[in-house]
């Protein structure tokens, strides 16, 4: 009877996991000079009305900020969103955070992903020069 009760919540999750409103085929970030290129897509999108973008970083206090939303535009189209604040925040492990905002207005975390940044002096001079304006 323990051996189903400790079980059975665990099928539960995965199963909520596997037949939600929406599937990822991929997720990638790469560096492109003073920003970062973030594209996804998915497999499906059932019930799902956008999509939400966190950054996290040591100059957070290691909360997310959200960074962008997009509208959902259906399976299999490519989404893309530029970073273009992470030179200012002068931290070098940045962690991208995905969600999907359901239909009912609950939100999925589809997927998290950490990357390493080290600006040069120059950005981050520059970087905290346009900081205090």
Same mark, same amino acid.
């Given at each position: 009877?323990?051996?189903?009760?400790? #079980?059975?919540?665990?099928?539960?999750? =995965?199963?909520? =996991? +596997?037949?939600?409103?929406?599937?990822? *085929?991929?997720?990638?970030? /790469?560096?492109?000079?003073? /920003? +970062?290129?973030?594209?996804?897509?998915?497999?499906?999108?059932?019930?799902? %009305?956008?999509?939400?973008?966190?950054?996290?970083?040591? =100059?957070?206090?290691?909360?997310?900020?959200?960074v %962008?939303?997009?509208?959902?535009?259906?399976?299999?189209? =490519?989404?893309t969103?530029? %970073?273009?604040?992470?030179?200012?925040?002068g931290? /070098?492990?940045i962690?991208?955070?995905?969600q999907?905002?359901?239909?009912?207005?609950?939100?999925?975390?589809? #997927?998290?992903k *950490?990357?390493?940044?080290?600006?040069t002096? #120059?950005?981050?001079?520059?970087g *905290? #020069?346009?900081?205090?304006?």
């Open positions: 009877m323990r051996r189903l009760v400790v #079980i059975a919540p665990v099928l539960l999750l =995965t199963a909520a =996991t +596997f037949f939600s409103g929406v599937r990822l *085929s991929y997720f990638n970030v /790469e560096s492109q000079g003073n /920003e +970062f290129v973030l594209t996804w897509e998915t497999e499906s999108e059932e019930q799902v %009305d956008g999509f939400e973008l966190h950054r996290r970083t040591s =100059t957070t206090n290691h909360n997310f900020l959200l %962008d939303s997009h509208p959902a535009h259906g399976a299999k189209r =490519t989404y969103l530029r %970073d273009d604040q992470v030179f200012k925040s931290s /070098e492990l962690d991208y955070r995905l999907a905002v359901l239909a009912d207005g609950s939100r999925q975390v589809l #997927i998290l *950490s990357v390493n940044y080290t600006p002096a #120059i950005r981050r001079t520059w *905290s #020069i346009k900081a205090m304006f």
